[in-house]
């Protein structure tokens, strides 16, 4: 395994424009929802996995 190559692809991975970093709870839910990664729970919380 080449350490160097994969330390170039984690940094290409984590600087994309799909990256957000440190959204507030309201934007990472309004995100998670709009991917349909997560749908939202009865009581308010986000469910993934379903």
């Given amino acids: 395994m080449n350490?160097?190559?994969n330390t170039i692809e984690?940094?290409?991975v984590?600087?994309?424009a799909n990256v957000h970093h440190n959204?507030?709870?309201p934007q990472l839910v309004e995100k998670t929802l709009?991917?349909?990664e997560a749908v939202?729970?009865?009581t308010g919380a986000i469910r993934a996995g379903f």
């Fill in 3 to 5: 350490s160097v190559r």
């Fill in 10 to 12: 984690l940094k290409d």
């Fill in 14 to 16: 984590i600087s994309g």
């Fill in 23 to 25: 959204l507030s709870v």
């Fill in 34 to 36: 709009s991917r349909e």
């Fill in 40 to 42: 939202l729970s009865s």
